[in-house]
């Protein structure tokens, strides 16, 4: 049985947008690697939460109705991404639901591995 698939789409610093599926259940770090989205150093860490790469920017509305809050650890590593906002969130801690069909995420331009 296949997992139900919804549509994301990923909006670079430069305009360019990138439309994927994703199962639900995956993290959005999942569906930019099972899809190849072309996002240079992004999810660095594999989603172990010690680099921020793959931090990801919200509508407001969006943010608000996420299925779960950040963490104490995600927070930690949020504060050392570049170009944080209020309705930034770490990918790798974004679990897909059916409700998040059609949602659009920006990308920022600068990705800060905290690791290097
Ligand atoms: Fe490294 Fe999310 S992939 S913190």
Do not use: Y
């Not at 994927?20 to 770090?29: F, P």
């Not at 569906?31 to 931090?55: I, K, M, P, R, Y």
């Not at 969130?89 to 059916?98: A, V």
């Amino acid at each position: 049985l296949n997992k139900k698939q919804i549509e994301i789409t990923f909006v670079k610093a430069n305009g360019e947008r990138d439309t994927v599926k994703g199962s639900i259940g995956d993290s959005l770090l999942d569906v930019v690697v099972n899809n190849n989205v072309d996002l240079e150093g992004f999810g660095a860490c594999e989603g172990t939460l010690t680099c921020s790469t793959c931090h990801l920017i919200f509508s407001k509305k969006d943010f608000d109705q996420l299925p779960n809050k950040a963490t104490d650890e995600e927070l930690d590593m949020l504060d050392l991404a570049f170009e944080l906002t209020d309705t930034s969130r770490l990918g790798c801690q974004i679990t897909l639901t059916e409700e998040m069909d059609g949602l659009e995420v920006k990308v920022p331009a600068t990705i800060n591995d905290v690791r290097a």
